[in-house]
């Protein structure tokens, strides 16, 4: 599979028991204790080449560039650890003995509010946008939560993707209200003639290693394929968006299906499995071909109900079994107490998150060493711009930093460095 520059953004949200009363916000307190640390490069963005900063009210936090999968995992995963270093560090410095911060890697709270979760992929330009997309990758986007999803709890009812059921249209250019399964908006970050930055907001926050990589392994597949004009056969769908949130409240792999525009019914299953032949025809190497036999085994697991198997890489099954856990061990048991173990899952704190417990028990699978994530927070990819960024950082006073433009202090002069390429990760000359 051929090199794609790839990022994740996600908005983390903490909460202190205190907050309102003391008039303390634990999202701005956390993200000064980033840009005040050794973590900090210039502006909003850190030495590892990601990108730190407050988006209505909450913590963002965006990976640098890579431009694998394997990649994304390991800087996004590194991210988790920045985020709760900063609440670790808020909680024992700044608000006082006794007063616990809580940091969350999910989309929703109890109280309904919605938190972001974007994939970002860059795109050949010359690929015909929206409507290549709307035929051939829609029709993913739509049935991929079957193994994507994260899980949650909304308006009292258990769902596969919190993302997917707060998405209200097929193609949208919001990013708040109103967003839809393909969005429109294009920033690129580098040069607008050769590509454009497809912005997906469709996905979930996910703490499940081999459930992040699966989501950006396939997408960044089929994307090549669309580029390339394999999937000219592609099943296409009569209402993606109605039988998205038709399925999004089925727990049992036996009631999805989807619509095709002949009429005839399928599940997300076989749509999945079409996408997993189109693959392997692009998978190259070691870990595209360990990321294929991934996807068939989930894809397997799942129509053959084997529930505790598929739940080591499928969070929104994993997650649905930790809730029954915890309400079988919690004598008041109720809604209340499965809303709690539904949010405890997503902690970012080893010691108080549902996940991280599981993960100790054996019962969720892991790609990564902890020793690789502790570097990625340090270091940028060395074959993305990030790179570039760290070594202008390296050699020149910064004045300001972008994706794609640092201003720099060169003698008596200031002058600016622009990176359009976001694949270029040396220079000899800046």
Not at 57 to 85: M, Y
Not at 158 to 184: C, F, K, Q, R
Not at 398 to 403: G, K, S
Request: include cysteine; charged fraction near 30%; glycine fraction near 6%.
């Amino acid at each position: 599979m051929k090199r794609r520059i790839q990022g994740t953004e996600h908005e983390y949200t903490l909460y202190c028991q205190r907050m309102y009363d003391s008039g303390f916000d634990p999202h701005v307190l956390a993200l000064q204790a980033v840009h005040s640390s050794d973590l900090h490069a210039a502006g909003e963005f850190l030495i590892n080449g990601s990108r730190a900063y407050l988006d209505v009210g909450h913590f963002e936090l965006s990976t640098c560039e890579t431009s694998n999968p394997h990649d994304l995992l390991l800087w996004e995963k590194a991210g988790e650890k920045i985020v709760d270093w900063a609440r670790k560090s808020v909680e024992e410095r700044q608000v006082g003995e006794g007063t616990r911060i809580w940091a969350y890697k999910n989309n929703t709270s109890p109280d309904g509010t919605s938190y972001g979760s974007h994939e970002n992929y860059l795109l050949d330009r010359a690929v015909d946008f929206p409507m290549r997309l709307l035929d051939e990758l829609v029709p993913h986007l739509a049935s991929r939560m079957i193994y994507t999803g994260a899980g949650d709890i909304l308006e009292g009812k258990y769902v596969l993707s919190p993302s997917a059921y707060l998405t209200s249209a097929v193609i949208s250019g919001n990013t708040m209200h109103g967003t839809g399964i393909l969005n429109t908006r294009d920033e690129t970050h580098g040069d607008s003639s050769r590509w454009r930055r497809l912005h997906l907001l469709v996905g979930d926050a996910l703490m499940n290693e081999n459930a992040i990589l699966l989501r950006n392994w396939t997408t960044t597949g089929i994307l090549q394929l669309i580029e390339e004009g394999k999937l000219k056969d592609v099943p296409r769908l009569e209402d993606p968006l109605r039988d998205m949130w038709r399925n999004i409240e089925q727990t049992n792999p036996g009631k999805w299906s989807f619509t095709r525009k002949d009429g005839k019914k399928v599940s997300p299953i076989e749509i999945q499995r079409y996408y997993l032949a189109k693959l392997e025809t692009v998978a190259e190497g070691k870990q595209d071909r360990a990321a294929l036999k991934l996807l068939e085994k989930v894809l397997d697991l799942l129509e053959k109900r084997r529930t505790k198997e598929a739940a080591r890489n499928v969070e929104w099954l994993d997650r649905y079994l930790a809730i029954q856990e915890h309400a079988e061990r919690d004598e008041k048991g109720g809604p209340e107490s499965e809303m709690t173990a539904c949010k405890r899952y997503s902690e970012l704190s080893e010691g108080r998150s549902l996940y991280h417990d599981r993960v100790r028990r054996g019962l969720v699978d892991r790609l990564l060493s902890d020793g690789d994530i502790l570097k990625a927070i340090t270091t940028p990819p060395q074959d993305t711009r990030a790179a570039l960024r760290f070594k202008i950082l390296k050699g020149f006073e910064v004045r300001t930093m972008d994706w794609s433009r640092v201003a720099v202090q060169d003698g008596e002069y200031s002058r600016e460095v622009w990176l359009n390429d976001p694949f270029e990760s040396d220079r000899e000359a800046i």
